[in-house]
């Protein structure tokens, strides 16, 4: 039985591609091994988003290569540097990311020693196809492709396309076998959720309805929302949120704390209209705020910089992911004229140090929370991770196979990035 490996990197819409890949491969009679080194063929599902990431993607591409084993490429790489990928290796097939339901295509062709190049933009939806899971009690399940927003620094627009909703049917169709099938979590994904059904007959808020409606236990973790997309379904999204099945955490990028960086950037919001959407959901919840910021986007000043400290400083997210910008090829911000390393880099080193600061304070106010813990992983000897209903990362200590499984815990320690908790 011819054997395959297959890696990924990046977002859970490319863990998701992977997972359905591999289920195709599977169904077709291939054996999936663990390590490339064991396979006949590996397989790569590459992300570009950030600079630091395209290295690593680069280096790993060569290191697959130098094993002599046929390759294939994927995910948002294939697009975005394709260029890239043939100079370090000229034989690797290339499949694009909307194209990945050709996979058994493109596999046995290129066992065969073709050199194929799948790069269409298949109008199917990935949902309600084979997969193998990554994760035991976690499903996850890709809402659409593609998005409705032109930011000038992004080039993942340019490997998913324009917007491309699945129908609501399938998706809970796909929620309610996965939930019956032992998953706990359902992970709803795509480059943006907030923009779901612009493109057909359904928004957000009626689709988290529909799933929570499905009669088992389980909880939906909702993926990265625009602002721009959200300020217009606010309200909706706030009730949809209210469900006991919906984790109350919201992952809300804001980028920069300046109207003006946020113009250059095109990203179609105010931060009054961020600030907005965080008070309406605080007002009825207690929410986990996730969101991004890009530190020395071309022509930030000092005075736009101090604009982010403070909106961090005010809204206090619990999480904050932060980017020093790269020009990513293709895109606006590419021509732009960069701010200096040292610059950049005092101001990344700044911020890190007050979110960190933030959420270490935030974590703290947990501490004696008493609640029930949904277990999804295993992190090492007898200790285990799950979430409460904020989303909230706790690590609990214990011999007993916790996976999959409710438990009552209270909170006795905080760390700046998750929870200690025992269980009751």
């Known amino acids: 039985m011819t054997k ?47 600079v630091p990431t395209l290295s690593h993607m680069i280096q790993r591409i060569r290191q697959l290569s130098n094993l002599n084993k046929p390759l294939i490429v994927a995910g948002c790489m294939t697009k975005t540097e394709r260029r890239v990928i043939e100079n370090i290796n000229p034989k690797a097939s290339i499949i694009g990311p909307n194209s990945i339901q050709k996979t058994v295509d493109v596999v046995n062709r290129t066992l065969k020693g073709e050199k194929i190049v799948c790069m269409e933009d298949v109008k199917e939806p990935k949902v309600c196809l084979p997969k193998i899971r990554m994760m035991q009690t976690v499903g996850i399940i890709q809402i659409a492709t593609g ?40 992970w709803l994904t795509s480059q943006d959720n907030g923009c779901y059904g612009i493109d057909a007959a359904m928004r957000l808020p009626d689709l988290l309805e529909k799933i929570c409606n499905i009669d088992r236990k389980f909880f939906v973790r909702v993926g990265m929302m625009n602002p721009l997309h959200v300020k217009g379904i606010v309200g909706k999204l706030v009730d949809a949120y209210k469900n006991d099945k919906l984790f109350k955490f919201l992952h809300l990028p804001v980028e920069s704390g300046s109207d003006k960086v946020l113009s250059a950037m095109n990203r179609g919001y105010r931060i009054e209209d961020f600030v907005d959407i965080v008070k309406k959901f605080r007002k009825n919840m207690q929410v986990t705020l996730n969101t991004d910021i890009i530190v020395g986007f071309p022509g930030e000043s000092d005075e736009d910089f101090n604009d982010t400290v403070n909106l961090i400083e005010d809204i206090k997210p619990d999480i904050v992911n932060i980017s020093k910008f790269g020009a990513r090829t293709g895109t606006l911000s590419a021509k732009m004229s960069k701010l200096q390393p040292q610059v950049v880099n005092a101001r990344s080193k700044k911020l890190f140090d007050l979110v960190r600061g933030i959420s270490a304070e935030k974590n703290k106010a947990w501490i004696d929370w008493k609640g029930e813990v949904i277990v999804t992983e295993k992190n090492a000897k007898d200790k285990w991770r799950g979430s409460n209903f904020a989303y909230k990362p706790i690590v609990i200590s214990s011999k007993e196979n916790l996976l999959g499984k409710f438990v009552n815990v209270k909170i006795v320690g905080a760390k700046s990035n998750y929870l200690v908790g025992e269980i009751r």
């Open 4 to 50: 395959i490996f297959a890696e990924a990197y990046g977002c859970s819409s490319n863990f998701s591609d992977r997972e359905i890949a591999l289920g195709l491969l599977k169904d077709a009679n291939f054996e999936i091994v663990e390590n490339p080194n064991d396979s006949d063929l590996n397989i790569i599902f590459t992300c570009t988003v950030k």
């Open 147 to 186: 998005c409705l927003s032109s930011c000038s620094y992004c080039s993942v627009k340019f490997a998913r396309g324009r917007l491309f909703s699945y129908p609501a049917e399938m998706i809970v169709r796909e929620a309610d076998y996965l939930i019956r099938d032992g998953c706990k979590e359902i």
